[in-house]
């Protein structure tokens, strides 16, 4: 079942994407769509844990790794994205942020000791290149130092939630780490988003109505079963295994919101569903 948790978390960061675009258009910036997003998560989760008599308090040694999920990984991955949006075209920006499955690969070698089998290697490159021809950045894109280093800082950051969350597994309940990564993600970025006094778009009913669909699914729903797929799958795996995100967002994009689509989009998704494969085969 980890491999299915992992899969469906895939399919559900997939529809991020409809969820800030109806956002954007309600006037929200991108940094107070990442708060909102936040924000609502981490009251649905601990609501949703003390309904449900859940301990709220992991201890103190988890509180290391929490930290580490919600500001190291959370907060500092959505910062630099957003920079290398900027600074970058938007494919580019995509492509560089999963390079992601790779640093967790390393870095679950080094402080996991975890090993780089030969059909988890093959998994990675099939990956990475299936997301280079999804996100359309192609081989020759380079965008600049500063752009290309905040999209490798954001690829980074993105995989370090898989190396924080991995001493969890199984000791901390999923929708625990979740709220957790979400308070303390919400707290750093609080800062950089509008103050509320001045964003009349936070209170509208239509904005609360679609932010706490995109807190429910892509977000709470979405970081439990992933966090729940690592006590059953080793960090590497699982990164490899959600990079269907891409692809489901491409595919919502043609049939939902009418993008264009390209043909090397269909190869790039076929080479990710051939990683997917060889992991999933491995476990």
């Given at each position: 079942m980890s491999v299915v948790y992992a899969l469906f978390a895939g399919v559900l960061w997939g529809t991020i994407g409809l969820f800030v675009r109806a956002l954007g258009?309600?006037?929200?910036?991108?940094?107070?769509?990442?708060?909102?997003?936040?924000?609502?998560?981490?009251?649905?989760?601990?609501a949703y844990l003390a309904v449900r008599r859940m301990p709220l308090f992991p201890g103190g040694w988890a509180l290391p790794y929490l930290?580490?999920?919600?500001?190291?990984?959370?907060?500092?991955f959505n910062w630099a994205y957003f920079q290398a949006i900027r600074l970058t075209p938007l494919p580019v920006?995509?492509?560089?942020?999963?390079?992601?499955?790779?640093?967790?690969?390393?870095?679950?070698r080094v402080v996991l000791g975890e090993k780089i089998a030969r059909a988890k290697a093959l998994a990675l490159v099939a990956s990475v290149l299936g997301v280079l021809f999804v996100?359309?950045?192609?081989?020759?894109?380079?965008?600049?130092f500063a752009g290309t280093g905040y999209g490798l800082l954001a690829g980074f950051?993105?995989?370090?939630?898989?190396?924080?969350?991995?001493?969890?597994?199984?000791?901390?309940?999923?929708?625990?780490?979740?709220?957790y990564t979400f308070l303390f993600a919400g707290l750093?970025?609080?800062?950089?988003?509008?103050?509320?006094?001045?964003?009349a778009a936070w209170f509208r009913g239509s904005v609360l109505a679609?932010?706490?669909?995109?807190a429910l699914f892509p977000t709470a729903l979405a970081y439990t079963l992933y966090t729940k797929s690592l006590e059953g799958l080793d960090a590497g795996r699982a990164a490899i295994l959600v990079t269907v995100e891409p692809v489901v967002a491409t595919l919502l994009g043609i049939f939902v919101l009418g993008d264009a689509v390209r043909p090397l989009q269909l190869v790039g998704s076929a080479l990710v569903v051939v990683g997917a494969v060889l992991v999933g085969r491995k476990s």
């Open positions: 258009a309600q006037g929200l910036s991108s940094v107070d769509i990442v708060v909102l997003r936040a924000v609502l998560t981490s009251l649905l989760l601990f930290l580490g999920t919600g500001v190291a990984s959370m907060a500092l920006a995509v492509a560089l942020l999963y390079t992601a499955p790779a640093f967790v690969v390393l870095l679950a996100s359309g950045a192609g081989f020759g894109a380079f965008s600049g950051a993105y995989g370090l939630y898989t190396i924080f969350a991995k001493p969890l597994a199984g000791k901390v309940p999923p929708e625990v780490v979740a709220a750093a970025l609080a800062p950089f988003a509008s103050p509320l006094a001045e964003e679609v932010g706490l669909a995109f």
